[in-house]
């Protein structure tokens, strides 16, 4: 990047005073139910467990919470396939608890989104169990995507679509008839085209709003409708393409009629209720094309989150993030972890093409004070933030499962994903002692390493230097100034090499994604830094992988 690296847009944002659309900023903290807190006692994480912990989110500085699946289901893709839409599942309680959840959370000032999976139910939802039941010609096959297959007796499947856990997207039932799965084989798709599947979905939506959850992260959003005549791909890598080009299955523009009736539905409640969609897009452009002020509220910025450590490639993401989110009024986001990811703390810390390993302490090091530089540069930029659960303590992966415990399906159908997601979903630490470090009196559903306890809540906290305690500084500032938040533009100034500098108002950002400690001006009175740096004559100094929020007020 060279010196000479100016603005291409002045900062535009608006007052919060003045505003009453809270999710155009809103930090948004993603909590995965089996492994954030267990109130019984048998290893896996619970309504119960969230709505005790929830005081500690209001603490942290968050605005909404979002749960990840907790509805009735066989769990063979830990709680995204779905068998009952309208019930909880037992291993997580009941729907008295999640009324009781939602009810404190709206106590402490906090909102709740749920996730919805339209995309596809469980095999053992009561729709797809009849509909196998009765058989070839059911009117009930017509709500999923059966086909005869190909082949002189059918025996191939009806096109070369691929799952994204590996393997054949259709499986074969008895009598001969195939069905498509575009995930695991106990996750049948829906058939958007039949009337039945949306109608079922809306009345879900009124259900739970009239529980008065604050809105919905839709999963696969991107996926509900597949081309007509589900034409063949011609490609037999197709992993590779997810979100690098418009495929059959995926980024159709039907879904988009969809969300103008769901959208809708949610303008008839009160309260500001939002959609979130998972939107897997070749471009930062297309997935704006799921926010239009008709459609859905926010979409993630996969871009983003997919970006190395690295000034120029950050920049460029930033810019077209804000670009792409202008011309349809939506706020961007941003996240750098998420159930399905490698945690920021590890992916930062090793070179391309390493994943998950981490082979010294200096690499946990490297990562960790990366991940913190990261965190204050995405928490200064223009719109809404996501954090996922455990990423406020610094938690790495955990890299060394072993075969036995490990519970993601990918990982046993040997293709696709590589199958390592168990490795950011490890129950999180809230004390130094236990068998389970505080998670709940009976252990944990996956193993937690020792190192974790010092990793724990109770560790940091009222720890300066701690990861934990930086966020709720962070959270706080963020929340006190009036430059950060929802806005739609960054002000570039002059930086080195390596470093990003941007100002919003009074407000000013720098983050050094370099090796090298650099010297820029002290651009007023510091506020925070993710790590130490010193200011002298009206410079600062600020050391490698480290990010800088100062004010000129």
Not at 56 to 75: I, K, N
Not at 310 to 325: K, N
Not at 361 to 367: F, I, P, V
């Amino acid at each position: 990047m060279s010196q000479q690296y100016y603005a291409t847009a002045p900062a535009s944002t608006t007052a919060k005073a003045q505003r009453s659309d809270w999710w155009r900023d809103a930090v948004i903290y993603q909590v995965y139910p089996r492994s954030f807190a267990d109130s019984n006692g048998d290893g896996m994480g619970d309504l119960e467990g969230i709505r005790t912990r929830l005081p500690y989110l209001r603490d942290l500085g968050v605005d909404a919470v979002w749960l990840s699946p907790f509805y009735a289901s066989p769990q063979a893709d830990a709680g995204y396939d779905v068998a009952d839409y309208r019930a909880v599942d037992p291993m997580f309680g009941n729907l008295l608890d999640a009324d009781a959840l939602i009810r404190d959370a709206r106590g402490l000032g906090l909102r709740i989104i749920v996730d919805l999976v339209p995309n596809h139910s469980s095999d053992q939802h009561e729709w797809f169990k009849r509909a196998v039941a009765e058989g070839p010609g059911s009117p009930l096959r017509d709500r999923y995507h059966f086909r005869p297959g190909k082949g002189e007796n059918g025996e191939l499947p009806p096109n070369d679509w691929e799952s994204i856990f590996g393997g054949p997207a259709w499986t074969r039932v008895e009598d001969g008839e195939w069905y498509l799965h575009l995930f695991a084989p106990e996750q049948p798709d829906f058939n958007w085209d039949h009337p039945a599947v949306g109608d079922e979905f809306r009345s879900i939506l009124r259900f739970w709003l009239d529980m008065g959850v604050d809105g919905f992260r839709i999963d696969v959003a991107h996926g509900l409708v597949k081309a007509e005549g589900l034409p063949d791909l011609g490609s037999h890598d197709q992993v590779k393409l997810l979100g690098n080009d418009v495929m059959p299955f995926f980024d159709q523009d039907g879904v988009h009629e969809i969300y103008r009736q769901w959208r809708l539905i949610l303008d008839e409640y009160s309260g500001e209720r939002i959609f979130v969609a998972e939107a897997w897009t070749p471009t930062i452009e297309r997935t704006a094309n799921y926010v239009r002020p008709d459609e859905l509220h926010q979409a993630f910025n996969f871009q983003y989150l997919s970006t190395a450590w690295d000034a120029e490639e950050l920049r460029e993401v930033i810019d077209r993030t804000l670009e792409a989110m202008r011309p349809v009024g939506a706020p961007a986001t941003w996240v750098l972890s998420n159930h399905d990811v490698t945690r920021h703390a590890t992916r930062f810390a090793n070179p391309p093409g390493l994943g998950t390993q981490i082979r010294t302490a200096g690499d946990r090091e490297l990562g960790l004070r990366r991940a913190r530089a990261a965190t204050l540069l995405m928490l200064a930029l223009p719109g809404s933030a996501y954090i996922y659960q455990g990423e406020e303590l610094g938690l790495p992966d955990v890299v060394d499962l072993a075969d036995e415990d490990r519970q993601d399906p990918a990982y046993f159908r040997g293709a696709g994903q590589d199958g390592f997601r168990d490795g950011c979903r490890v129950p999180i630490p809230w004390t130094r002692e236990g068998s389970s470090y505080g998670f709940g009196a009976g252990g944990s559903w996956l193993p937690q390493p020792p190192e974790w306890a010092e990793l724990s809540v109770e560790a940091q906290t009222g720890d300066p230097g701690s990861t934990l305690e930086l966020y709720r500084t962070a959270l706080a500032v963020r929340r006190a100034q009036p430059g950060l938040g929802a806005g739609d533009a960054v002000e570039w100034l002059r930086a080195p090499e390596g470093v990003l500098a941007f100002r919003r108002g009074e407000f000013v950002c720098v983050a050094n994604t370099g090796g090298e400690s650099v010297t820029t001006p002290a651009y007023g009175r510091l506020l925070l830094a993710s790590g130490d740096v010193a200011e002298v004559d009206g410079d600062a100094k600020v050391p490698a992988d480290t990010t800088v929020w100062w004010t000129t007020a």
